[in-house]
Each structure stands twice: as C-alpha cells, then as structure tokens.
C-alpha cells in the first residue's frame, strides 16, 4: 500500500549545522508531497509543500525538492538553529480527488547551542 | 483566520465510557479530516467528510468510532465503550479542497487517556 519512509531520529545537531532528512514516498498517482512540524508542546503546522516533479517548496530557510525518479522529498537546512528543535513528518496526499495525508513517522531534531 | 480548534484539548477516562470530541475548522473550509496518532508515530487517517458527507473512513475506524458534520461546519468523533488502545492524540484538520488548495490546517489535538 501507499507509504511515506523518513530517516528516523534523533538527529542532534550543533547550531549552524547542516541538515538533511531523508524521505521517500511509494509512487502511487501523482501526489503533492509535504513536510509538517510539530514544536514542542504545539500543534502540526505546514513547513513546506510542492505539487508536481521538480517543485522546490521552500519556507524559513528549509528546502525540499519533489524527485519523481528517486521518489524523494528530503529536508534540508544549511544552518539550523536551536529553534528550528522540532519533530519533523513527511507526507504526501493521493492525488486527484482522495486528499487524506499519509504520514512518516517523523524524525525529532534537537539542535544544541 | 482564527485556526482550527479542538474541544477539549485533554480527556481521561474510564475503560468502557464514551466520550465525544468536537472540531471546528477554518470558517468557509469545506474538507474536514481526522486523524489519530500514538506516541512516536505519525498522524494516521481516520475519516474525512467535504461539507456534511462522509466521503471516506479508514479500516482503523472501528464500529466503536462515528463521526458526524451535520451542517457541514463543525464535527464530532465519538467513542463508544473506549479501549485502552484508543489512548491517543486525536488531531483534526480541515482544507478549502474546492479551490484546488490542497494543504490541510490541523488542530491542537485532543489527548485522550483511557484508564
């Protein structure tokens, strides 16, 4: 069935750091892919999006971009900070008119100064 | 926009008890989806409705689970007789799918403790 995979955590990161997580998707229609974060103690909230191959979502100085060859969505920040210490999830929808979200497990990212 | 809200945001109770939690989405947002998740998992799909129809329920959506939107705008999930597999955080989300906008809003959550 449809499945979304992330690299599991915990990554613990120094701050300005690079990072990188790592997500691939079963390729099942043509899905819009998504990363979600959820701060300690607060709701999930929409990080980024992209709808089609080759999109690049972009937001707080993440980046992701949709490989339709390689069926990936990573995650990448050049320089995180202590605040960007969140749980991240990657999702993707199914496309067309089905538009529950399928969601990895998530990856928790702690970030020390 | 004021956001999605959920009511109450914690709920403990008894094994074999019902409880209901309610969603308000986004106003003038026409999909409304719910969502569990356990600890260290991500959010799974339960059931969506756009406007007052129930359009889809997952397998994970027992007899024991309904769901209503019965004008289309705010929505209920009931558990009856819980379980202490049902402990979980209960997410809601809503989207305005009509005009081809895809992401979904979600929720605080309601933490639900089943004893």
């Known amino acids: 069935g449809d499945s979304v995979t992330q690299m599991e955590g915990p990554v613990t990161l120094s701050e300005e750091a690079c990072l990188t997580i790592?997500?691939?998707?079963?390729?099942?229609?043509?899905?819009?892919l998504f990363w979600y974060v959820q701060y300690p103690g607060e709701g999930l909230q929409l990080l980024l999006k992209a709808t089609k191959a080759d999109d690049k979502g972009s937001n707080k100085g993440f980046e992701a971009t949709y490989r339709k060859e390689t069926t990936s969505f990573h995650l990448e920040k050049g320089s995180v900070q202590v605040s960007d210490s969140a749980v991240y999830f990657c999702a993707k929808n199914y496309g067309g008119s089905q538009g529950n979200l399928i969601f990895g497990k998530g990856t928790k990212l702690s970030v020390k100064p | 926009d004021t956001g999605v809200s959920q009511d109450p945001r914690h709920k403990i109770t008894k094994r074999g008890q019902n409880v209901t939690f309610r969603c308000d989405p986004i106003?003038?947002?026409?999909?409304l989806y719910w969502y569990r998740q356990t600890l260290g998992q991500g959010p799974e799909f339960l059931t969506y409705?756009?406007?007052?129809?129930?359009?889809?329920k997952s397998r994970l959506l027992s007899d024991r689970f309904s769901a209503e939107r019965p004008k289309g705008s705010f929505s209920t999930l009931e558990i009856q007789r819980t379980e202490q597999g049902d402990s979980a955080m209960y997410l809601c989300a809503s989207s305005p799918r009509d005009r081809g906008e895809e992401t979904q809003y979600f929720g605080p959550g309601t933490r639900l403790l089943v004893l």
């Open positions: 409705f756009q406007n007052e129809a129930q359009l889809e």
């Open positions: 790592n997500c691939t998707y079963t390729a099942t229609g043509y899905p819009s």
């Open positions: 106003s003038e947002h026409n999909r």
